[in-house]
């Protein structure tokens, strides 16, 4: 069975840094693309960063410049380092793929959600 499972949020400063990681388990036949979103308490859930099925990399403009995207050579997990982080930041980070696990077919499959929160 597929699972993402993410780590790494918390409380930070304005101005501090956290990264994020998120790792693929299971059996995967092709992963095409695969990132970040967030969801703001009372707002949509909104593409943060991530990797195209083209290998490009897409972010948002709020965190261009502040926020990184890579992955690892496999490409089963995925990280998204944040700096100078601001309090619009705040929010649940979740790891989002689109893959075909190795006996089924291919699916959107998200984590389960990390909490960031930036606060004096």
């Known amino acids: 069975q597929v699972q993402l499972v993410e780590s790494g949020g918390g409380l930070v400063q304005p101005g501090g840094s956290l990264k994020l990681s998120c790792v693929v388990s299971?059996?995967?036949?092709?992963?095409?693309?695969m990132g970040w979103y967030r969801q703001a308490p009372g707002k949509q859930r909104e593409l943060v960063a991530a990797f195209t099925s083209g290998g490009n990399t897409n972010y948002t403009d709020s965190v261009k410049g502040r926020f990184t995207i890579s992955r690892d050579n496999a490409k089963t997990t995925v990280y998204l380092q944040m700096n100078s982080l601001k309090p619009e930041d705040t929010a649940v980070y979740y790891c989002?793929?689109?893959?075909?696990?190795?006996?089924?077919?291919?699916?959107?499959?998200w984590g389960q959600g990390t909490q960031v929160t930036v606060s004096s």
């Open positions: 989002n793929a689109d893959l075909v696990p190795m006996t089924e077919a291919r699916s959107q499959y």
């Open positions: 299971g059996t995967i036949f092709s992963i095409f693309a």
